[in-house]
């Protein structure tokens, strides 16, 4: 069963909890906490959307789409491709821990785990859609995969 909307929302859901970290961190520097932790919270459950909608997708399809694109790409693809994944594994902890000590109001202990969480899940987010814009835009990547599945 192929459900071929998955990777353009999946690009779509990263790109949207990019933007939800970058004003949620913009309302915190203004001083507006409510603000923020809506913003903070909304980028929590759109990442939370994005990994069951990746895990969903790979387990109904298997596909794995290799880079085929020119060969002058393939290395800083890679490059990208292997930060995005280690740092991809570290963010739900990371941003479940940020989290709980917001809402226990542990300030301090939150903004230290923040300003290592924050510029992590903001490059997840961002090279997720970028990973998405090289299989599946500029190359052919993906039709390549599915001709040989």
Request: with cysteine; aromatic share 12%.
């Amino acid at each position: 069963m192929d459900l071929p909307f998955l990777p353009t929302l999946n690009a779509c859901l990263n790109g949207l909890a990019f933007l939800l970290l970058v004003m949620g961190i913009a309302q915190i520097k203004r001083g507006r906490e409510e603000a923020h932790k809506r913003m903070m919270i909304a980028a929590l459950v759109t990442s939370t959307l994005f990994l069951i909608s990746y895990l969903t997708h790979h387990a109904l399809i298997g596909l794995t789409v290799k880079y085929a694109g020119p060969e002058w790409g393939k290395a800083p693809y890679l490059i990208m491709l292997l930060a995005h994944t280690v740092l991809a594994a570290l963010v739900p902890f990371l941003a479940l821990r940020t989290a709980y000590l917001g809402f226990k109001e542990r300030r301090e202990s939150h903004r230290k785990w923040a300003k290592v969480t924050a510029p992590i899940w903001i490059f997840v987010s961002i090279t997720g859609v970028l990973i998405y814009l090289v299989l599946y835009v500029f190359t052919d990547s993906y039709q390549q995969a599915n001709a040989q599945a």
